[in-house]
């Protein structure tokens, strides 16, 4: 088995910058095939986890973006009704009537299948890395279906039989914690909690991130957003955030944030996303924070 | 598994297999949902590193072993008291004890959560603790029950104040009605799906499939529709000093909900908050008792309920929670904070969960009026309160909790 620092050093030559225990959950989930589950606050750049493995790793990613009423169709695969009634049309136009079986067999074959991402994942020739993104949004039902895909790796459709796995993708699951998931799944998959970057890393991630940003200002940044997750919000400023408010603030040509409080406060709306937390953030609490940080 | 290394990080006797079985049994033991299987998958995973230092096995079992934040933040200390004996004397330990010889060492802690278990008709207090350490059993032959009930015994039980059934029959019969209420509503709950004929989209598949006898032409038109979600419930059960006399039936009646519906969640609070869900799911009545009265120690002191509060809507809240959740808080309300607190906590809880219900075993007490200043400044951001001295008042919440 690889060595999870080799591991951990690639993702940050391919912009990724990652824990141990990050890298060793992924070292791990490429060497076993198993499924690995990260769970964490929004905004700590799971889904990102996947993107830098797919890139890492030189193959495809495929995303699932999961939502409440997802189901097992819009998923795996569906038919291309609209091509399948206008092959009806057109074959009773020119050839008159078909059998009905003739029929059946012509508009459920392979040329009017539509793959969807967990079809299409498992027909590849290169394992893929299949990220289903905030599996906590979909259901329990497709929760159990999920499970028995990634158990066996083939599907079943009814009108061309078992279609078995070409290669067994990587499988990245992310999920923000709005649902409990099942145990079942839990024990499928690897698991690991990313939690809000440290200073150091976050520094380290803003660099790669936006080389040309002053090492000083960013310093200051980083330690701000670090103080402001301290801070009883409703909803904590995650890594996109943070990049956001430098872009925002190397924009305006800030160079030290002490400099201007009025555009510091202001430009604080790309770290404050809801009214609550713009009114606590009060300017003496940025004045606050920003003793702690200098 | 790879040879334990030079630097002895890995303790060789008695073999790595039989030590990895005690690992994922002592993981289990700490509330870890793990099986043989796990055993097999980490002694794989060990041999597959290729030089296995302590810390590398640590971060790679922790990422196979773990299944939840609770057991990611927990496995640190958990894998160092295994294999390097840190910290060895754990609840665990004492959780043993507890199962196997339950009567006689019941910990005075289970007081505060099963009261009348075994003190037949005897005032609570004075010589409790010499009686539970003889025998439950013998007490409750002993006839000196003052509550004998006349006339229909379950229609009288049913108005009688849960502080008043002592009877060792009685508690019995209380728990039964307790349960079995809980699961009719439950049932009623779980089954508000509507089978509808007009869906909102067609379900294209089926109707071409259906159609083909006509030539392709799509003459009956199939819809599809979702059905309705049942309702979730999250119960946040005080089992202060104040409440022990009603806490046992609470729990019963919680556990009636939990047993066979997914859908519901429910803590304990005291000075703090323990989710209980997974210990009173268990199938053995005792065992998940057993396992309670360990999750309560340490409880002491005076009620915190808006720190409580507080500590759900913060850790627990956003997966407990959606907008389609009731939430039954059974408490009397007399808080040792400030009643500002409270109402703050309960009104971000509003924000999140469908409905509040409140549930107050002191409303049904005569000239009872919600005096407590927490509950004064509670009243404004419950949707429902009411009494629940009685397995009547528990059962009028039928309707509150269908009617959304």
Redesign the interface.
């Known amino acids: ?4 620092k080799e591991l951990q050093a690639k993702l940050a030559e391919a912009g990724y910058i990652a824990e ?2 990050l890298a ?2 992924l070292t ?1 989930a490429t ?2 095939h198993r499924p690995l589950l990260l ?1 964490g606050e929004a905004g700590v750049g799971k889904t990102d986890i996947a993107r830098a493995l797919a890139k890492l790793l030189g193959t495809r990613l495929i995303r699932l973006q999961c939502y409440e ?1 997802l189901d097992a ?1 819009a998923t795996l695969y ?2 291309n ?1 609209q091509r ?2 206008l092959s ?2 057109a074959r ?1 136009a020119t050839e008159g ?1 078909d059998s ?1 079986e003739t ?2 067999n012509h ?1 459920f074959s392979e040329e009017y299948l539509l793959r969807r991402p967990l079809l299409e994942a498992i027909s590849q020739l290169e394992p893929p890395v299949l990220l289903i993104d905030e599996i ?1 949004r979909a ?2 039902e497709f929760e159990a279906f999920l499970l028995e895909l990634l158990a066996d790796y083939q599907v079943t459709i009814p009108e061309l039989g078992t279609i078995e796995a070409v290669s067994i993708p990587h499988v990245v699951l992310t999920s ?6 099942s ?1 079942a799944l ?2 499928r998959c ?4 990313v939690d809000y970057p440290d200073a150091e890393k976050e520094r380290a991630i803003l660099a790669a991130r936006m080389p040309e940003i002053d090492d000083e200002l960013a310093r200051r940044i980083v330690g701000f957003v670090q103080q402001l997750r301290r801070e009883e919000l409703e909803k904590v400023p995650g890594i996109a955030e943070t990049l956001d408010w430098a872009t925002a603030l190397v924009g305006l040509k800030v160079e030290k944030l002490e400099d201007n409080l009025d555009l510091l406060q202001a430009s604080l709306i790309c770290l404050l996303k809801t009214e609550a937390d713009q009114r606590a953030i009060a300017p003496e609490v940025t004045q606050r924070l920003m003793g702690k940080v200098a | 598994m790879a040879e334990p290394g030079e630097n002895g990080a890995l303790p060789e006797p008695p073999g790595p297999r039989e030590r990895m079985r005690g690992f994922i049994a002592h993981l289990r033991l700490n509330g870890f ?3 043989p299987s ?1 055993t097999a ?1 980490s002694l ?2 060990v041999r ?3 030089r296995p230092t302590p810390d ?1 096995v640590q ?2 079992l ?3 072993l ?4 609770e ?3 927990r496995f640190d200390t958990l894998f160092r008291a295994y294999w390097f004996g840190e910290g060895v004397r754990r609840a665990n330990i004492l959780r043993g004890e507890n199962t196997s010889t339950p009567k006689r060492a019941r910990p005075a802690l289970w007081d505060k959560v099963l009261p009348p278990e075994d003190r037949a008709g005897r005032p609570i207090g004075g010589a409790a603790q010499a009686t539970n350490a003889s025998d439950g059993e013998e007490d409750a032959e002993a006839p000196s029950a003052p509550h004998r009930i006349a006339a229909d015994r379950r229609d009288s039980l049913f108005k009688t104040d849960l502080r008043e059934i002592s009877a060792k029959e009685d508690i019995a019969e209380a728990e039964r009605v307790a349960e079995s209420l809980a699961s009719a509503m439950r049932y009623r709950l779980s089954r508000r799906r509507k089978p509808s004929a007009r869906g909102r989209g067609l379900d ?2 089926r109707t ?1 499939r259906r159609n ?2 006509h ?4 003459v009956d038109l199939l819809k599809r529709t ?1 059905p309705d ?1 049942p309702v979730r419930i999250v119960i946040l059960l005080d089992v202060s000093g104040s409440m022990k006399l009603y806490s046992r039936y609470f729990l019963l009646f919680v556990r009636g909900l939990l047993c066979r519906w ?1 859908r519901a969640d429910a803590y304990l609070f005291h000075t703090r908050l323990v989710r209980v869900t997974d210990a009173l799911t268990d199938k053995d009545p005792f065992r998940a008792l057993a396992k309670l009265s360990l999750m309560i120690e340490g409880f002491g002191g005076g009620t915190r309920i808006a720190g409580a509060l507080e500590d759900f809507n913060t850790r627990y809240a ?3 929670i ?1 907008s389609r959740t009731v939430v039954v808080i059974l408490s009397d309300g007399y808080d040792t904070e400030a009643p500002e607190h409270l109402a703050r906590e309960l009104k971000r809880l509003k924000t999140r969960a469908r409905r509040i219900v409140w549930l107050n075993p002191l409303l049904g007490w005569k000239d009872y009026e919600p005096v407590a200043r927490g509950m004064a400044a509670a009243l404004p951001h419950i949707d429902h309160f009411s009494a629940a001295n009685s397995l009547q008042a528990l059962a009028a919440l039928e309707p509150e909790l269908a009617a959304l």
Not at chain 2, 66 to 69: A, D, F, K, L, V
Request: charged residues 35%; hydrophobic residues 40%.
């Open positions: 088995m690889r060595d999870y141990e225990s060793m959950a791990l060497e076993i769970e009423g169709n569906e038919w009704y399948q009634l009806i049309r009773e009537a009905a029929l059946e508009i906590d259901d329990e923000n914690g709005t649902r409990a998931l145990d839990r024990r690897l698991y690991s909690w | 949902t793990l099986g796990e998958l794989d995973i597959r590193l290729d590398g971060a790679a922790k990422v196979a773990c299944g939840n934040r057991d990611w933040e294209l598949r071409i083909i006898a030539g392709g032409e799509p979702r979600r997914m956003k997966q407990a959606d």
